[in-house]
């Protein structure tokens, strides 16, 4: 009973003692505060360390220690030494790591968990190196000898897991189809449909995602022709502060730049209504995306707003997890709300959900360009990786690879059947906003299509109007020079290596377009069989 008061006292002691430092996301924590808050996602509660036999010694020792990978490393690296470092030293350290804990840790992990130790001994060595108290010398050794296996990358896309792998080309027809749908009926948000959308047209990671500003949809022109890029900030690089550096996707969907220019203008006039401020062109590309709206409605003036941009900028856009709003509620409330079954489980004589996961959408961006014949380096380029050591599961080939790739190569990867769900009319006057000129649908060339359905916002150019339930296309409007149109579009980008996935969304309008001429055709012979062709 003495001992554990004497411990408790002394705890007391270490937790009375203050040491600010700045995360290297720019983030105040105190080092001996049980609440780390090292950028907008990631917080480490130290009190996760009391359940645990450690020393109040040994625990001051890991603060300051790990504080330096905070101040210095990314806040996700520094998370999962963290977690690492605290599932070693449930194994029985006490009051410092000896050799015989290494051993004993090592011994629960297995070859595909080992990475484990791999990912601390780093720390563990430096820990030893800045001489603070804690690892005991013979541990420097051990870990300086012992061959780790790293982390074994891809195993679920390489084995084609319908829970966590790569999306078959017909899911990914399936979903893109639904989640456009459910925008146009309202059943999700413009801010929902420009991320999940952004997620399946990039590849990128979610983080990245978040940190987009609207200064980061770009445009080109080039021999008359206009082109859209976009400048993905990048992640997961060390040593880099927040939007250090970028990587720039060229060519990509205009559809996806429409979608994302109308979610920024909406983030824009957010922040505008809130501080009843009007922003200088500047200050309107400096503006995330995808802010953080709870974040903005916590702040009473736009001097607070200014100084969270200086200095902890990333705290204005979308958290990946956690409280609302965040990646993680986006992805719940679309799995929620998507009723897309899948072939590939079977669960009692019927087919399970489609599982909706962030990472999936990554591996299947990949996938595709494997399929297409993209190197290794090509596809880690595109992924944002420094080398291709962990490409190589997305280009090994196999029989299910190859059964992939004739499915890839398939001329209507969508039945034309279900890729117009809209209604053909003979002209404008029969269209349900006949009087309404806003519901007008033109070209690129300004000549009309048809008409829109319905009063509520839309983000989509005119090319996803085809494949919207609401378009009601025009007898006569020049349908086939919108498909010339498209098929150019798509086969410049496949020309340029543009994966199957990016192309999927084109080739469902051309789709589309293909079942709407179809229509018109039998419908011009319907009336030039009643004399009527003209009417």
Not at 271 to 288: A, G
Not at 299 to 321: G, H, V, W, Y
Not at 492 to 511: C, D, P, T, Y
Request: proline letters at 3%; hydrophobic letters at 35%; a neutral charge.
């Amino acid at each position: 009973m003495a001992i554990n008061a004497k411990k408790n006292s002394i705890y007391r002691d270490i937790k009375s003692k203050s040491e600010k430092r700045l995360s290297k996301a720019n983030y105040e924590f105190d080092v001996y505060s049980d609440n780390w808050q090292l950028d907008a996602n990631v917080r480490l509660n130290f009190e996760l360390l009391e359940s645990l036999n450690l020393t109040p010694k040994f625990t001051e020792s890991f603060r300051l220690a790990l504080a330096d990978y905070a101040a210095e490393f990314s806040s996700r690296y520094t998370d999962n030494l963290f977690r690492y470092c605290r599932w070693l030293f449930a194994v029985g350290v006490t009051s410092k790591v000896t050799e015989q804990h290494v051993i004993n840790y090592n011994a629960t992990l297995s070859k595909t968990t080992e990475y484990k130790l791999g990912y601390i001994r780093a720390f563990l060595l430096d820990w030893h190196d800045k001489e603070i108290y804690g690892v005991d010398k013979k541990v420097v050794g051990l870990l300086s000898a012992l061959k780790i296996s790293g982390n074994k990358k891809g195993k679920a896309v390489a084995l084609g897991c319908p829970y966590s792998g790569a999306y078959t080309l017909d899911e990914q027809s399936a979903f893109i189809t639904w989640y456009v749908d459910a925008f146009t009926e309202q059943l999700i948000s413009l801010y929902d449909y420009a991320f999940i959308m952004a997620l399946q047209y990039t590849g990128a990671r979610p983080l990245q995602l978040t940190h987009l500003y609207y200064e980061d949809l770009l445009t080109r022109t080039e021999a008359g022709i206009e082109h859209f890029d976009l400048r993905i900030p990048n992640a997961k690089k060390r040593n880099e502060t927040f939007r250090g550096s970028y990587q720039v996707k060229k060519d990509v969907s205009e559809d996806l730049i429409l979608v994302l220019t109308a979610q920024a203008k909406q983030s824009i006039k957010m922040v505008e209504e809130h501080f009843n401020v009007s922003l200088t062109s500047q200050q309107k590309k400096q503006i995330p995306i995808f802010i953080n709206e709870r974040e903005i409605s916590n702040l009473t003036d736009f001097s607070a707003f200014e100084k969270i941009q200086q200095k902890t900028p990333d705290l204005l856009c979308l958290r990946t997890n956690g409280a609302k709003p965040s990646v993680a509620e986006i992805v719940r409330r679309l799995a929620r709300l998507c009723p897309l079954k899948t072939t590939r489980i079977k669960l009692d004589g019927d087919y399970g959900d489609l599982h909706i996961n962030p990472r999936r959408f990554r591996y299947t961006h990949a996938t595709n360009m494997a399929m297409l014949g993209a190197s290794e380096h090509t596809i880690a380029e595109e992924l944002g990786h420094e080398d291709t050591q962990q490409v190589t599961v997305y280009t090994e080939f196999n029989e299910e690879m190859a059964d992939r790739i004739d499915e890839a190569l398939a001329t209507d990867l969508t039945p034309l059947a279900q890729a117009f769900s809209g209604t053909l009319i003979d002209s404008e006057k029969d269209a349900i906003r006949a009087n309404d000129p806003r519901s007008r649908i033109n070209n690129d060339e300004g000549n009309p299509l048809g008409n829109c359905g319905t009063f509520g916002f839309c983000a989509n150019g005119s090319v996803h109007c085809y494949t919207c339930n609401k378009f009601q296309p025009w007898l006569n409007a020049p349908h086939e020079k919108m498909l010339k149109s498209v098929v150019l579009k798509r086969d410049r980008k496949r020309e340029m290596g543009a994966s199957e996935f990016v192309l999927q969304g084109h080739n469902r309008s051309i789709n589309a377009i293909k079942a709407v001429i179809r229509k018109c055709n039998a419908r011009k012979q319907e009336l030039e069989n009643e004399g009527a062709l003209n009417v």
